[in-house]
């Protein structure tokens, strides 16, 4: 697994605590940041912090994406980790133009895949490739 798959695996796990949690992920993100010397000292990955981030800079756009794109799904239907697959999905196909959309893509599918239900990665693959399709349009 590569270091930016293992980040994006961080990231959801920190996503899916705020959501399950009812809390700020950013805030989320600064609690679980324990570096140096300390016991419980867990290094957060650069990209995770930056997916995390990210995400929280972008939520209502990105949830309001989903609602829109996520045809006959209320955002409290879908399953929490599929929700914030396609959160830092959508992020990555839309803000973090250094990821190619279909590796955004590919590595919302593997999660889904490994994290998820045998019918959430069509889901999310048809919601992501969707948004993929007319990114230029939106106005973010």
Not at 27 to 34: G, H, K, S
Not at 72 to 92: K, S, Y
Not at 100 to 127: Q, R, Y
């Amino acid at each position: 697994m590569s270091a930016r798959s293992k980040a994006r695996k961080a990231a959801l796990d920190l996503l899916y605590e705020a959501d399950i949690r009812g809390t700020n992920a950013v805030e989320t993100l600064a609690l679980r940041d324990v570096g140096g010397e300390a016991p419980d000292a867990r290094p957060i990955r650069e990209y995770t912090r930056e997916l995390v981030i990210g995400v929280g800079d972008n939520y209502r756009k990105i949830d309001e994406l989903i609602t829109t794109y996520a045809q006959g799904w209320d955002m409290d239907r879908l399953p929490a980790v599929d929700r914030n697959i396609l959160r830092i999905g959508i992020f990555e196909i839309l803000w973090a133009t250094s990821i190619p959309d279909g590796v955004a893509i590919d590595e919302a599918l593997l999660l889904a895949k490994e994290l998820s239900t045998d019918s959430s990665a069509g889901f999310i693959h048809g919601v992501l490739g969707r948004i993929s399709s007319i990114k230029e349009s939106l106005a973010i």
